[in-house]
């Protein structure tokens, strides 16, 4: 005789709910699937109201095709879709939804109702379900579109509930995947109501920059750079970045979208961090709308029930793609004197002056040198040119002239020098403001971008007595793994015990004293990175040789030095930062000088 059974298989409701887990994580969830379907149903407004954060009232407002009262009905039954007919249909995905869960799983655990009317019929259909258990279906007065409107959320699943932030929080989460559509969706106005007050307010003009002036600010917009870009592969990245001055905390000013819909890509983020390496400091991200289309057949959306992952088939190409874009848009952006740091608010000079010197030399060395690795990078000749300006020589012709005290700038140079102030800062007159200059921090610039700008191997010198030192075992291992990327940086290291190295050759220019402090920062780099690349490793010993060889705060220069290293910090491609992200260039409009004298 056979046991009884112990398998049951679960009533709807009960499928409802634990469905409604993975889909809905909180009242944003919610409201993303309810837009999404809004979105997908062609609609042209789209107004989100929400109470106390979400938590005891939203509704969801669309102008779209709305349903006929069959499929209203249906819509809120679990696996019913439009979207989709066949397993293959998952192939070519274009809608944002098509699980068919969304609906029936917000209406298990809240009190929900839904009005829809097509354009064709007079009437529209009002159904409601209060905890999975359907309450009424009939006809009702209403306009074209679908509304959608959900109180008391997790009424029923108290230990969800019991998980949720406070209502500010919760609302900050709502504005933020509300943003994050209309930028994805610019053709569409969307409007968000939180507490009977406008939050957001977007146009629907089509135009990606009308939206992200929308939502955050129109001098913020201003300093973004539209992305342009596409190759044979049959992908294209369009969008928006901000300028390295402006920076947030976290990324949420970052948004990708691929194929018009929301995604979280670290590969994305990697890759933007990538191009603006030696642009930004550790601690900031900049603003981005990053816009990726790919052929459908290279996507697959059905990896996670909230459709926010999607895998691509070449996840490397991707990759390029968005660096590539990012790369050149910031490299075709004219160094003019309005793009040098010129949307840093003006502080008080001496809050910047310490901002800059909060840390001693060495210590921000210790700070920068082992955490900032990306990517490129190259050989670099003597450190200290700038300051040997002073026994310099101008050649004209066959005649050989010393430079005059009061020699100006050639034309296209825009800085006047005026000074410098406590030995570590050079004070200098633009065509439209004052200019203050890091001296350390433009040196490290100057001296990082000569470095690039070659190719190979970085030039190295042969040790007539080598250095010998000690290692642990997992160190060793690490140089043995990436011999070729030490070669390549300039270092020739072999094993001659079984934790003892002996170094050979060095990198040009290298204090002989620093080789072994930065052969250890790199090894530090390698075991916390999984997969560094050359480009990473190379980056990084360029800015640990810059900031050690460039001029220090306190070293006093004459007037012909200053002009010097002003003319040749002019001439890099990105004069406004140092290689670790940094502001190398203060600049004080004539707006901002009125504002500090009062005159305004």
Known sequence: MSSKSIIRILDENTANKIAAGEVVERPASVIKELVENSIDAKSSKIEIEICDGGISFIRVTDDGL??????????????????????????????????????????????????????????????????????????????????????????????????????????????????????????????????????????????????????YGYKVAAETLPINFTEDEGIMVTGYLSKPAILKSNRNWQTFIVNNRIVQSRFISKAIDSAYHSLLPKTGYPLAVINITVPIDTLDVNVHPQKNEVK????????????????????????????????????????RFKQNNNFSDS??????????????????????????????????????????????????????????????????????????????????????????????????????????????GEETQLVEEHYEIFHQLGFTLEQVGPNTMRLLEVPADIPLIEVEAIIREILGVLSNLQSPTAQDLRHACLQMAACRAAIKAGEQLNMRQIRALLEELFNTDLPYTCPHGRPAIIKFGPKELAKMFKRT
């Open 312 to 351: 691509f088939s070449n996840e490397q190409l991707v990759y390029r793609m968005v660096y590539k874009a990012v790369v050149n848009t910031l490299k075709e952006t004219p160094h003019t004197p309005e793009n040098l740091a010129a949307v840093i608010e003006p502080r008080p000079l001496e809050y």
């Open 66 to 215: 709305g349903m006929n009262s069959e499929d209203a009905k249906l819509a809120i039954l679990r696996h019913a879709t439009s979207k989709i007919r066949l397993a293959e249909d998952l192939n070519k995905i274009n809608s944002l939804g098509f699980r068919g869960e969304a609906l029936p799983s917000i209406a298990s655990i809240s009190n929900f109702t839904l009005t829809t009317r097509l354009h064709s019929d007079s009437l529209a259909t009002y159904v409601e379900v209060r905890g999975g258990k359907l309450v009424d279906v009939r006809e009702a007065g209403a306009n074209v579109g679908t509304t959608i409107t959900v109180s008391e959320l997790f009424f029923n699943t108290p230990a969800r509930q019991k998980f949720l932030k406070t209502p500010t929080t919760e609302s900050g989460y709502i504005n933020n995947i509300i943003s994050k559509l209309a930028l994805s969706h610019s053709e569409i106005a969307f409007r968000l109501i939180s507490n009977n007050k406008l939050i957001l307010s977007t146009p629907g003009t089509n135009e990606l920059h009308d939206a992200v002036s929308s939502i």
């Open 363 to 472: 210590e921000y060395r210790a700070k920068n040198t082992v955490d900032l690795w990306q990517e490129e990078a190259l050989p670099f000749t003597a450190a200290q040119k700038i300051i040997q300006q002073e026994n310099s020589r101008v050649y004209v012709g066959n005649e050989v002239t010393a430079p005059t005290e009061n020699q100006e700038f050639e034309q296209h140079s825009i800085f006047q020098p005026l000074g410098q102030v406590e030995d570590c800062y050079i004070v200098a007159r633009g065509e439209d403001g004052l200019y203050i200059i890091d001296q350390h921090a433009a040196h490290e610039r100057i001296l990082y971008d000569r470095m690039s700008n070659a190719v190979g191997r970085i030039p190295a010198q042969q040790l007539l007595t080598p250095l010998f030192f000690e290692l642990d």
